[in-house]
């Protein structure tokens, strides 16, 4: 999803090429089955909250934006994430 990609407090991370894009495809594929993964095996909904969580802060992490709350509706993940909600509740 994320491909080659350092965090920012990776080394090289200031090298990388301001312009990337995510592969919406894999995003889609991992969105996916994090939420059924999530659904299915009720045990570990709490370890797929966090991974959620952190995929959310790589993200923006990523794209050169602050972690925080204020930030969260500029991530793409996140976006997929409430959208598969919204259609499973429908």
Do not use: W
């Not at 080659?4 to 990388?16: M, W, Y």
């Not at 495809?25 to 969105?31: F, S």
């Not at 991974?51 to 959310?56: D, E, G, K, T, Y």
């Not at 050169?64 to 994430?81: G, M, T, W």
């Amino acid at each position: 999803m994320f491909g080659d990609r350092l965090a920012k407090d990776e080394p090289g991370f200031e090298n990388q090429d301001p312009n990337f894009e995510i592969d919406v495809h894999k995003q889609d594929i991992v969105v996916k089955t994090i939420f059924r993964k999530a659904q299915s095996e009720h045990a570990y909904a709490n370890f797929y909250a966090k991974l959620c969580s952190r995929i959310v802060r790589l993200e923006l992490t990523i794209n050169r934006l602050k972690p925080a709350r204020s930030n969260a509706k500029q991530c793409l993940f996140r976006d997929e994430i409430l959208r598969n909600c919204k259609e499973s509740l429908e």
